[in-house]
């Protein structure tokens, strides 16, 4: 069964840092891999998907990588903004009816 | 844009109380999850359903059962609500995985259940 796995649980940064987060998959037979956000007693926003033959997405300050053969991804966001502030949470994708196995998720906070 | 609704945001039932959390897709995704969020345990699979009458049990189904009568919507049951199921309910669409529509899922705001 894929397991995923993110370090760290927390990080707090000041405003203007950047900063990556890492996700861990055991299961490198994935379809793809998904880095979401969520803020406080919400659901989940998709921010970049990464297909199994692509090595990274970017979108604005975030660039996403993927790295199958190692079982990993980060998440890189540049310049930090205490909007940023959230939980992020990372899943892989299986063939199996686009099942997702998520990760327990990074709380960032990000101070002024 | 895809709009993914659940019934309620907040919800407080007691124990024992059959509890139905109902969640609404208006893309015609062909597939729907439900998962429980818990602190430290990030989400969980509960049920998925890939089709109308179609549903497939998840990593942690014990205590929960589904419905889907009809394709855009997909209910969970909690038969005899129990404390340990407080929790974050996440309700999710997709399409079928390599048909038409990006591959993702879309998750609606969830439904805190409280169980005293």
């Known amino acids: 069964k894929q397991e995923v796995t993110q370090i760290p649980a927390a990080l707090s940064v000041p405003e203007g840092e950047n900063l990556v987060l890492n996700c861990s998959f055991t299961d490198s037979a994935i379809y793809n891999l998904q880095w979401f956000r969520q803020d406080p007693g919400k659901g989940l926003t998709s921010l970049l998907l990464?297909?199994?033959?692509?090595r990274e997405q970017t979108s604005g300050r975030l660039n996403a990588s993927l790295d199958k053969s190692s079982g990993r991804s980060t998440l890189y966001i540049a310049a930090s903004q205490p909007g940023d502030s959230a939980t992020y949470l990372c899943a892989a994708m299986g063939y199996n009816f686009n099942k997702f196995y998520f990760g327990s998720g990074t709380k960032l906070n990000v101070k002024p | 844009d895809v709009k993914v609704t659940q019934s309620s945001r907040y919800l407080v039932k007691r124990t024992g109380e059959k509890v139905f959390l109902e969640c609404v897709q208006d893309?015609?995704?062909?597939?729907m999850f439900w998962y429980r969020q818990d602190p430290g345990l990030g989400l969980r699979l509960i049920y998925f359903s890939y089709d109308v009458k179609m549903k497939e049990k998840g990593d942690i189904p014990e205590g929960y059962s589904v419905s889907r009568e009809k394709k855009e919507r997909f209910s969970l049951i909690l038969e005899s609500a129990s404390t340990n199921q407080t929790s974050m309910y996440l309700c999710a669409s997709s399409v079928l995985l390599g048909g038409s529509g990006i591959d993702t899922q879309y998750f609606g705001p969830g439904t805190r259940l409280t169980v005293l």
């Open positions: 893309m015609d995704h062909e597939n």
């Open positions: 990464i297909q199994s033959s692509q």
